[in-house]
């Protein structure tokens, strides 16, 4: 298992997020964060703006959808300005369900993910199943 961590601006999160889901990766977590990167903030007039708001989205996936996640949230994501963000990928040793103590890889929340998903798009083709990890 993968975690992609993507800083990306605010206002390409729906976006992403929608293209994430469609793509079969519904399960996420997003965090509003500040902070800057090589450009060290913008300056507009007198005034020094340091660290810019942007949020970071981790999600894991199963090493064979590390490819087609990152394209998503690349390709979703860019504007080819700078500021656009940044992807980091990790590898994931371990994940431990929190209610039932299950160690593993997350396939039976993936499984449950899947129904909820078919479910609630029944009318919606456009979607995809929700990937294994």
Known sequence: MKMIKAIIRPEVVDRVTDALELGGFPALTKIDVFGRGKQSGIKVGDVVYGNLPKTLL???VDDSHLDEATSIIENTAKS??????????????ESIRIRTGERGTHQ?????QRFHLKNSHESDAGGKEPHET
């Open 58 to 60: 981790l999600i894991v």
């Open 80 to 93: 080819g300005n700078i500021g656009d963000g940044r992807i980091f990928v990790s590898p994931v040793e």
């Open 108 to 112: 039976r929340v993936h499984e449950i």
